[in-house]
T-cell receptor, first 113, second 115 residues
């Protein structure tokens, strides 16, 4: 069965703290996506990781991909309230089939003062 | 480009009624996807099109659901008859296609409530 598993599913952080969200997947995809969703809103693309060892950073978020371990991480540095949202990782259902995605259940992040 | 455009944003309908959701993909994108999001099942792919042709509809829950893409700039997802368990947020997404270094872009979604 094709699976994408995220943990934790819920994360309550204090502002200024660091934390990591983990995404394990069972497909042979060499491409992984991170999306952000605010309540009642659409999915916003954060990162596209295209190969083993890929690392991308945007502001306080950094994502990495280890295709051998089938693991991606989303690291949050010095969290701020504006980062509160649900974060999804996703992989191609079929290698190269971008858009035909299997999503994780999402990690709901709440950053408190 | 304005992004993927979906309509309506909200739809409330009575059980048994027909519901039609609409989507305009990003111009130039040759793949279009319909997803459904629920608390219980998360985000699920229902069907996707390539160059207006349905490629995989294995995610469509049952025969009450149908989707069409009559041209490159328009797609519909129809539910007939609707049931309360169809209540969900339906997202349309589009992408440039296989092998590129881009991702799927999602519309704002249609929140469907069947009472």
């Amino acid at each position: 069965e094709l699976k994408v598993e995220q943990n934790p599913l819920f994360l309550s952080m204090q502002e200024g703290k660091n934390y990591t969200i983990y995404c394990n997947y069972s497909t042979t995809s060499d491409r992984l996506y991170w999306y952000r969703q605010d309540p009642g809103k659409s999915l916003e693309s954060l990162f596209v990781l295209l190969s083993n060892g890929a690392v991308k950073q945007e502001g306080r978020l950094m994502a990495s991909l280890d295709t051998k371990a089938r693991l991606s991480t989303l690291h949050i540095t010095a969290a701020v309230h504006d980062l509160s949202a649900t974060y999804f990782c996703a992989v191609d259902r079929v290698r190269g089939s971008q858009g035909n995605l299997i999503f994780g259940k999402g990690t709901k992040l709440s950053v408190k003062p | 480009d304005a992004g993927v455009i979906q309509s309506p944003r909200h739809e409330v309908t009575e059980m048994g009624q027909e519901v039609t959701l609409r989507c305009k993909p990003i111009s130039g994108h040759d793949y279009l996807f319909w997803y459904r999001q629920t608390m219980m099942r998360g985000l699920e792919l229902l069907i996707y099109f390539n160059n207006n042709v349905p490629i995989d509809d294995s995610g469509m829950p049952e025969d009450r659901f149908s989707a069409k893409m009559p041209n490159a700039s328009f797609s519909t997802l129809k539910i007939q008859p609707s049931e309360p368990r169809d209540s969900a947020v339906y997202f349309c997404a589009s992408s440039l296609g296989m092998g590129g270094h881009t991702e799927a872009f999602f519309g704002q979604g249609t929140r469907l409530t069947v009472v």
